[in-house]
Nanobody, 124 residues
Framework: QVQLVESGGGLVQAGGSLRLSCAASGRAFSTYAMGWFRQAPGKEREFVAAVSWSGAPKYYAGSVKGRSTISRDNAKNTVVLQMNSLKPEDTAVYYC?????????????????WGQGTQVTVSS
């Protein structure tokens, strides 16, 4: 069992930055691939970024590539999503998720554990 708690969301102006953190508790965090997903009102949950259990490779959605960086610290049981040059279309609830296998990391349905989410709002 893995428990995930996101933090770091908030209200930011377009062009600004946010650093989302996900703290994990439970067994064997270092064996799980970790992903970030987001869901805007009225839309389906979509992939943002993911990292394998070892820290590499990393994967990004085209919409955030070049503006976001995912990283993990297995000693601290945390995964971070640094987002820069934020746009109003980045507004969504952001979820952290853990997956036991480092395959198909862009597919939400394959993840084993999810956090409760943190709201990110980008004003124009």
């Amino acid at each position: 069992q893995v428990q995930l708690v996101e933090s770091g969301g908030g209200l930011v102006q377009a062009g600004g930055s946010l650093r989302l953190s996900c703290a994990a508790s439970g067994r064997a965090f270092s064996t799980y691939a970790m992903g970030w997903f987001r869901q805007a009102p009225g839309k389906e949950r979509e992939f943002v970024a993911a990292v394998s259990w070892s820290g590499a490779p990393k994967y990004y959605a085209g919409s955030v590539k070049g503006r976001s960086t995912i990283s993990r610290d297995n000693a601290k049981n945390t995964v971070v999503l640094q987002m820069n040059s934020l746009k109003p279309e980045d507004t969504a609830v952001y979820y952290c998720a853990a997956k036991s296998l480092s395959v198909a990391l862009a597919t939400a349905s394959g993840y084993d554990y999810w956090g409760q989410g943190t709201q990110v709002t980008v004003s124009s």
